[in-house]
């Protein structure tokens, strides 16, 4: 269960023991448990050995004085784990399947031998969780290749876990212009679209402009994936919703490789039923992975790459454009609804309107951008082309560096195309070209000080860059003769042209959005008598660039409104809004920071507390050249003006006026997020777990296109948005100050106010704190084996 406020309150949350094999704590995994002889005493000081199966790399520790050990940072992977004592013999549970964010409780019941004898057991059923209060589900390497995906995109199965749905996307999935389409938008018990953390081998795997999903590799590429929804550990933060962490594959002693093809194709296809024509859809995904040993049970390689090929037509799409006798001859007889002169309101004698009258701007876009209509009522269908094309390289490096040290390197790369397309003479085809590259690289190196002792380093670095535009053959407003402005660096481009209910002519402008974060993260675990703990933190340094031509090319908007039909108005020139503006410039940057302590304590052999402590402020984003404001009620009624912009209008406040904070809103440091939970095993078999928690967590690590509205709107960016203007399509500005004069740029804002001005303001009230957003969250968990590999789990 989840509810949000404003205050925080004192509560905790349950943690699971995890961490990782190169970066500990971030979807990596523990091994826990007790080691008893025959009669259930237990065995202080025996010696426990985790070898991996595929790189021979092994962890060694010694059990406490209560029998009890701890082996965490372990990649996902399959382990043999021996115990050894004096006067016992030699206990080895062979196959463990160590899964992302597991905390495995595997205990060791030795038996009285010698030395040279040993018992081994086969074990790779299905483990209850007795060491920790998360509520999570491992989407294993098995299901991500076994289950059908859709464009084999590994992230949609994040959504087979119980309480997650896919979310809506409005506010963060920017469509396929700004975020790469293979994004998720995961709700988890109620979260929202963009409360969802993702993580890569330990780093951010989050747009930081929008908070969704980068894109995660191929399934071939990918180990597994964790889904943990309710009560993480407190190593995890930032967002308050769900926590994704996925892990990539490595090389192993053995080389492992595969090529493959997936086609979909037109000819493979029947024609459904109802349509007239086969899908069309083409899609080629191809390519392959290759990972082994450089130099065996030390160094690893793994590589891989995959191209995706997407062509396709939307057919069936329809519009209506000017018939030939309304063009030529201005013959509206077929309208049933009286058309008025929008400028005398008096009605046209049978619908006819004298073509001479027509708007000389929109009769030269009808007559050379649209269509001729082959059907009376000027019908006309067309299709829309898709052309995409998706490649992914990754590469990972891992070395192990004597006994007590190990590193790892992993870059990953999704390169996605959206070519444009445009029929000069049918404005209708109009597909905008987009380009957006992903990075995603992280460095870790992990020190075995002491097999009590760990530490984990890691850098990360995360990079998404968009280029958008319209198509190169698009015209702009100059070219159809209306006075308008627009800067020559940037792309021709006509915004929007839209008629109701007949058609709209509208394409993306051109963009520029790049985003960038870097992260360096540390955190030490030290195992000491029952206790299990951990401590961290991170520093994250966001920076969002965007240089986006949002409205320059202007929006034209017809209805019926003016005279009774919106394509007459639209040939008439009769506008009822017309938009332009100067653009989206925006430098943001951001600091997020954290930290946290953790102790999972083990009471009794067969109850662990888990209890935690995490730091996280919130610290706004701040755009460097002060583009925000704040409206506040009291100055407007005392006729206060802006020191900074004395041409605004009373009430507003600017960066550099008193009492208005630099960033708009001042941080909130006071975010602590105590964690509480418990894990306990009544019969002590490890076949039944009652498990429960709670906690605060909060939404701290803010999206940066939080402050989006305030670079498109007056003073920083001249903005124009008029109701049925005096002037026509040809000459918009009629009546009016220009702000966009050919050939000169925009003049500076607040200069001209020809309506009320379009202002964004952060809420002043309580000094101007803005509060991160927190979530309350708690739970109650009984897990049952009732067989070998069948789990039950009431949550």
């Known amino acids: 269960m989840k ?170 999935d920017q469509g396929q212009y700004k975020t790469i389409p293979v994004a998720i ?52 933060g930032g967002n308050s919703g769900a926590v994704v962490n996925a892990i990539s594959k490595s090389g192993t002693n053995d080389f492992h490789g595969d090529l493959f093809e997936f086609v979909r194709n037109a000819v493979f296809n029947s024609r459904n039923h109802f349509a007239t024509v086969r899908d069309q859809l083409k899609r080629n995904q191809f390519g392959g992975v290759l990972g082994g040993p450089i130099y065996k049970d030390h160094t690893f390689f793994f590589f891989g790459y995959q191209q995706t090929q997407i062509r396709n037509i939307q057919n069936g799409v329809s519009a209506l454009v000017p018939t030939t006798a309304e063009l030529k001859n201005g013959d509206f007889s077929a309208i049933p609804t009286q058309l008025f002169n929008p400028v005398t309101k008096a009605p046209y004698p049978g619908n006819h309107i004298n073509p001479s009258t027509f708007d000389p701007a929109a009769v030269q876009f009808a007559t050379k951008y649209l269509p001729t209509p082959t059907t009376a009522n000027g019908q006309v269908f067309y299709g829309l082309p898709l052309s995409q094309s998706f490649n992914e390289y990754i590469a990972r490096g891992d070395q192990a560096l004597g006994g007590n040290d190990h590193l ?250 008193a009492t208005m904070p630099q960033y708009g809103v001042t941080a909130s440091y006071l975010n602590f997020s105590p964690r509480i939970g418990f894990a306990y095993d009544p019969l002590g078999n490890g076949r039944t777990s009652i498990r429960g928690g709670a906690g605060i967590f909060f939404d701290s690590q803010q999206v940066g296109i939080e402050n989006n509205r305030f670079v498109d709107v007056s003073p920083f960016s001249t903005q124009v948005a008029i109701t049925t203007p005096t002037g026509t399509l040809s000459n918009p500005y009629a009546g009016i100050s220009n702000p966009f004069p050919p050939p000169a740029k925009p003049l500076p804002s607040f200069q001209f106010v020809p309506t009320p001005i379009l202002v964004v303001t952060y809420d002043p009230r309580a000094n101007s704190r803005m509060d991160a957003p927190v979530t309350y969250n708690y739970n109650l968990t009984v897990e049952h084996q009732f067989a070998y590999d069948i789990l039950g789990r009431v949550a």
């Open 185 to 236: 938008t995961v709700s988890a018990n109620g979260s929202r679209a963009n409360q969802t953390g993702f993580n890569l081998d330990g780093s951010s795997n989050n747009d930081i402009y929008t908070n969704v999903n980068q894109p995660f590799p191929f399934p071939d590429a990918l180990q597994e994936f964790s889904v943990q929804t309710s009560n993480y550990t407190a190593r995890y």
């Open 3 to 172: 509810m949000t406020t404003k205050l925080a309150i004192a509560l905790a949350t349950v943690l699971s023991i995890v961490g990782p094999h190169f970066a500990y704590g971030q979807g990596f995994g523990t091994i826990v448990g007790t080691v008893t002889d025959p009669s259930g005493s237990v065995i202080p000081g025996a010696k426990i050995s985790v070898v991996q199966q595929g790189t021979q790399v092994t962890r060694a520790v010694t059990a406490n004085d209560q029998g009890f050990y701890v082996v965490p940072a372990l990649q996902p992977s399959t382990y043999d784990v021996t115990a050894t004592a004096s006067g016992f013999a030699a206990f080895t549970h062979k196959n463990i399947a160590l899964l992302a964010d597991q905390s495995l409780t595997l205990d060791m019941k030795m038996t009285i031998g010698q030395a040279i004898e040993t018992v081994s057991v086969l074990t790779n059923a299905v483990q209850v969780d007795t060491s920790t209060s998360t509520l999570s589900q491992v989407v294993e390497q098995k299901r991500i290749v076994d289950l059908p995906l859709n464009g084999r995109n590994p992230v949609s199965l994040a959504l087979l876990v119980p309480g997650t749905v896919q979310a809506p996307a409005n506010n963060a």
């Open 408 to 657: 790892f390197a992993r870059y990953y790369l999704d390169k996605y195309n959206n070519n444009p397309f445009l029929t000069p003479s049918n404005y209708l085809t109009t597909v905008s070209a987009t380009q957006i590259y992903s990075h995603n690289a992280i460095v870790g190196e992990t020190h075995i000080f002491t097999s009590k002792l760990l530490n984990e380093a890691r850098l990360s670095f995360s990079r998404v860059t968009t280029n958008a535009g319209p198509p190169p053959n698009s015209i702009s407003a100059a070219d159809l003769g209306i006075p308008v402005y627009q800067p020559p660096q940037f792309a021709k481009a006509l915004d929007g042209m839209n008629v109701s209910g007949y058609f709209n002519i509208s394409s993306f402008p051109p963009s520029i959005m790049n985003r960038t974060a870097y992260t360096l993260s540390n955190e030490v675990s030290w195992t000491h008598g029952r206790h299990n703990f951990a401590f961290g933190g991170s520093l994250t340094r966001g920076q969002v660039l965007l240089r986006d031509a949002y409205l320059y090319g202007g929006v034209f908007g017809f209805t019926a409104d003016n005279t009774g039909n919106a394509l007459s108005s639209f040939l008439l020139g009769s506008m009822r809004t017309f938009q332009q503006g100067a653009g989206e410039f925006k430098d943001n940057r951001d600091y997020y920071y954290d930290l946290y302590a953790q102790d999972d304590f083990h009471v009794l052999h067969n109850l662990t507390l888990n209890l935690g402590l995490r730091y996280e402020p919130f610290v706004p984003w701040y755009e460097v050249n002060g583009r925000v404001e704040q409206f506040r009620a009291a100055n407007y009624i005392a006729g206060v003006k802006s020191t900074q912009f004395p041409n605004a209008p009373a009430g507003l406040l600017f960066p550099g006026d």
